[in-house]
T-cell receptor, first 116, second 112 residues
Framework: DTEVTQTPKHLVMGMTNKKSLKCEQHMGHRAMYWYKQKAKKPPELMFV???????INESVPSRFSPECPNSSLLNLHLHALQPEDSALYLC???????????????FGPGTRLTVL | GENVEQHPSTLSVQEGDSAVIKCTYS??????FPWYKQELGKGPQLIID?????GEKKDQRIAVTLNKTAKHFSLHITETQPEDSAVYFC???????????FGTGTRLQVFP
């Protein structure tokens, strides 16, 4: 089973709202990722967690706050977003690197976020 | 850092024909090259990947070739079917990083 689940599928929020995106995997992967994808563009890395610790933050604005409560769950907390933050937010997971080679990443279906 | 270029940006083929998508990368140390298929409204789905210690990998109608000297890799789809229509992304990863660098994507349309 290579399934990564994400909730909700769609989210509409105002610029003053606080919301959270959730991601879950049960493949025993110890690396989890958040990506942002705008229309007709490739996924853009935001954050990487390894062993539930933040290992990469790609200079993402602080209005995006990731959290990894345990090895199966990954959250992305949203606050005071801007309309330009509207995008598809993708979660992925993988095994940790082996002999310097990145693990294969499996993506969830994404959350379509619209900021009004 | 790594940079990945992908061509063509759009590709239209007749059902049953072959399709080829090409990517080039800049970091000669890159050692992992996956291909993802993304259908409308869905997340990217891994379809095949190759590591730098092999030159070719095949899975039914899909194959990937890697030329490390020229720093390019290609996706080959044979006997295309309408359900192959999607956006395809190549990616590359350098050693000891947790980052995938994606190409810009190819929209493949297979006409019946």
């Amino acid at each position: 089973d290579t399934e990564v689940t994400q909730t909700p599928k769609h989210l509409v929020m105002g610029m003053t709202n606080k919301k959270s995106l959730k991601c879950e995997q049960h493949m025993g992967h110890r690396a989890m990722y958040w990506y942002k994808q705008k229309a007709k563009k490739p996924p853009e890395l935001m954050f990487v967690y390894s062993y539930e610790k933040l290992s990469i933050n790609e200079s993402v604005p602080s209005r995006f706050s990731p959290e990894c409560p345990n090895s199966s769950l990954l959250n992305l907390h949203l606050h005071a977003l801007q309309p330009e933050d509207s995008a598809l937010y993708l979660c992925a997971s993988s095994q940790l690197q082996t002999s310097g080679v990145i693990g294969t990443q499996y993506f969830g279906p994404g959350t379509r976020l619209t900021v009004l | 850092g790594e940079n990945v270029e992908q061509h063509p940006s759009t590709l239209s083929v007749q059902e049953g024909d072959s399709a080829v998508i090409k990517c080039t990368y800049s970091d000669s140390a890159s050692n992992y090259f996956p291909w993802y298929k993304q259908e409308l409204g869905k997340g990217p789905q891994l379809i095949i990947d190759i590591r730098s210690n092999v030159g070719e990998k095949k899975d039914q109608r899909i194959a990937v070739t890697l030329n490390k000297t020229a720093k390019h890799f290609s996706l080959h789809i044979t006997e295309t079917q309408p359900e192959d229509s999607a956006v395809y992304f190549c990616a590359a990863s350098s050693p000891d990083t947790d980052k995938l660098i994606f190409g810009t994507g190819t929209r493949l349309q297979v006409f019946p």
